[in-house]
């Protein structure tokens, strides 16, 4: 396929993603999204299976003889925030805005796809795999757990994520650890409420709680190796309703990052070790109410190399950096790379606002380099 083949294509793969950016849709509930994916496929002429994790799609194309096989994944969902872009193709439903560009990554796919179905000059299978629910409940466990690759069997696998600050195209990863495990708890403490002017007759739900927060910052700090990255984080206290009633419970949410298996089941026991201590210390009951939650994303070596190799002969020397700490965000790429070896890769989408924030927007610069990277993987790799 000649560059100005996928140049006269572009602009329809522009279109596509603003579409996309229109219509975002949280996790497991992406039905519009889904189906237009499954038609832009269908339109190209893939094979098309759908229904694992729910709303995933995964679509195949074959060429040669081969038995060989390589997969790309893409994330499809959405975040619970209102957009304040101003955009003309701002998001249409209020309460869900695509904030960490999860509708660049399908639209590279996407043009990744167009372009292979245009140039079948390789021999094996290719596998594109577009995942729901990244941002929430593990979308790419619940397409495993559906036999993603019993069904659809990969010898490596690839994702590529949008990063702001990094230079407009360019591509940088890692081998070993490139982003953290992320655990989530609710956790009740149930105590005993009464009148705040008698709260000798009680057992104070928000003392109780405070204490445990305190208590948790000591985790990372005594329990775990200063050469281990980890983080525990209490992102909300919910107690109370006026300053003279003593709560009958208090709820913390609390988020728990790691890099290391080991580290990260030692901080998820000490969690809960403490948390019941510190409750059973002031005559409170405790409960614990446990989250989806991913492993730590871990690079295959080799297929950093396939990565590093195919970016650095496309593209030039200066279209790769080596990715120098990991990232202590969380990726649930994570659960396929548990499977598969494979690697997930950054590319930089330049100056704009950060993930997760209202005003951001994927960089439509970098469609043709997202695109072209899978499509030259899979030229390469299946050569």
């Known amino acids: ?14 279109e596509i993603r603003h579409h996309l950016h229109q219509i975002p849709e949280i996790g497991l509930s992406e039905f519009k999204t889904s189906d237009f994916i499954a038609a832009q496929l269908e339109k190209w002429g893939f094979e098309i299976t759908r229904g694992l994790g729910k709303t995933g799609v995964v ?3 074959r060429a040669g003889n081969s038995n060989r096989a390589i997969g790309f994944r893409a994330d499809f969902d959405a975040l619970p925030m209102q957009e304040e872009t101003n955009l003309p193709y701002a998001s249409q439903h209020p309460g869900a805005m695509h904030a960490c ?4 990554h399908t639209s590279m796919l996407l043009g990744a796809a167009w372009a292979l179905s245009q140039d079948k000059g390789f021999s094996g299978t290719v596998h594109f795999i577009f995942q729901p629910a990244e941002e929430n409940f593990g979308g790419g466990k619940l397409m495993i757990e559906d036999g993603l690759f019993e069904r659809f069997p990969c010898d490596q696998v690839f994702a590529l994520h949008n990063w702001p600050g990094i230079p407009t195209g360019t591509f940088t990863t890692r081998a070993g650890p490139i ?10 403490v149930k105590g005993k409420g009464g009148h705040g002017a008698q709260p000798e007759l009680t057992v104070d739900p928000v003392v109780v709680g405070s204490s445990i927060v305190m208590a948790l910052q000591t985790l990372v700090a005594r329990n775990i190796s200063p ?9 909300a206290f919910l ?3 006026a300053s003279n009633i003593i709560a009958d419970t208090a709820v913390l949410e609390i988020s728990m990052r790691a890099m290391n298996p080991k580290v990260r089941e030692e901080i998820r026991r000490r969690v ?9 210390s002031y005559g409170a009951d405790i409960a614990f109410d446990w989250q989806v939650g991913y492993p730590a994303t871990i690079n295959d070596p080799q297929a950093v190399e396939v990565a590093r190799s195919t970016i650095i002969r496309r593209f030039g020397e200066d279209a790769f950096t080596e990715l120098d700490l990991p990232l202590m965000g969380s990726e649930d790429f994570s659960f396929l790379l548990e499977k598969v070896p494979g690697a997930y890769v950054l590319i930089g989408n330049g100056d704009s606002a950060g993930l997760h924030t209202t005003t951001y927007d994927f960089n439509d610069e970098i469609l043709e380099q997202g695109a072209m990277y899978f499509y030259y993987l899979a030229k390469d790799q299946l050569a």
Not at 1 to 14: A, G, H, K, R, W
Not at 179 to 188: E, L, M, N, P, R
């Open 179 to 188: 982003a953290a495990s992320i655990d989530v708890v609710s956790v009740t």
């Open 227 to 235: 050469h281990q990255p980890a983080v525990v984080t209490v992102g």
């Open 101 to 104: 560009g999860h509708d660049g």
């Open 59 to 61: 679509a195949t194309l």
């Open 1 to 14: 396929m000649s560059n100005s083949n996928f140049q006269n294509f572009l602009p329809e793969l522009v």
């Open 272 to 280: 809960e070790e403490v948390t019941t201590l510190q409750a059973k």
């Open 239 to 241: 107690a109370g309703s």
